[in-house]
């Protein structure tokens, strides 16, 4: 009898460790996926069983049961994120658990570049890989008020940067995102304006960075720009700046500013019309809010392309018009 028990007891514990070899290697063998890459999705409130059943769902060849199983095993069941995830080929039970654990969810990204306009704003959020459109359609006013700022114009009012999401986010969460970037660092650059600044409100902060930013070729220039446009203003002088001319053109602008066009008025053409225009132009980055609220100190009133990017300043008409003649009509 002793010899049958012991001879019971070592197949069991022969049974054991061979089903304990099979699960160790099972967990290290990659998944078999219907394709290079599948699409997960896990819901907030999704049980650990339903979990395993949604990566049965997405094609992979794997029983349900057996990694519910595995899920309970290993003490992590309970620790599973929702969330948006991208399981790629050679992912295995283990590593699955574990980015499931962690909350590895998708991501892409979106870049919202500096002196971009609203409308290449929406442009870019449209093309966007993964990102529910919930914007489309609505109007930009109907569009602020879904952002909580009914009646606000958009332009200017998004930070430019790189937006990482998760796959199924929303572009209103992101515009969302954005927005409050932007209002944070607006104040922040409100808060630190020089004392003699001819700017009455941070909104006007934030639409001579517009200005600031669409004018800038090189980065060395950004304050001395911003010195102009405040000399300018304390001075009473119009702005003059073709940017928001262009702006206001709209979709109108194919590429050339002729004459005709600076002479047409518009709310934004600062030539015809006195003192900041009524929005932003653009979004401006930090470096341009600074220089909006912290110009150089100079007394330049003009400037001019030189051609390679920087510009030539001048605080009289007569230097100025000689900087036009040789940046601009002698051809260099």
Known sequence: MRRFFLTLFLLAAFIVLGAGAAGLWWLQQPLELPAPTVDLSVEPGTTPRGVAQAVADTGTDVSPQLLYWWFRFSGQDRQIRAGSYELERGITPRTLLNVLVRGEEATRSLVLVEGWNFRQVRSALAK???????????????????????????????????????????????????MRAMDKKLDAAWAARASDVPLKTADEALILASIVEKETGKAQDRTQISAVFANRLRAGMPLQTDPTVIYGMGTRFDGNLRKKDLQTDTPWNTYTRPGLPPTPIAMPGKAALLAAVQPAQSKSLYFVSKGDGSSQFSSSLEEHNRAVNRYQRSGQ
């Open 128 to 178: 966007a890989e993964q990102l529910k459109p919930e914007t489309f359609g609505l109007a930009d006013e109907e569009l602020m008020a879904r952002l909580g700022k009914p009646g606000l114009h958009p332009e200017g009012r998004f930070f430019p940067d790189t937006y990482t999401y998760s796959k199924g986010s929303t572009d209103i969460a992101l515009l969302q995102r954005a």
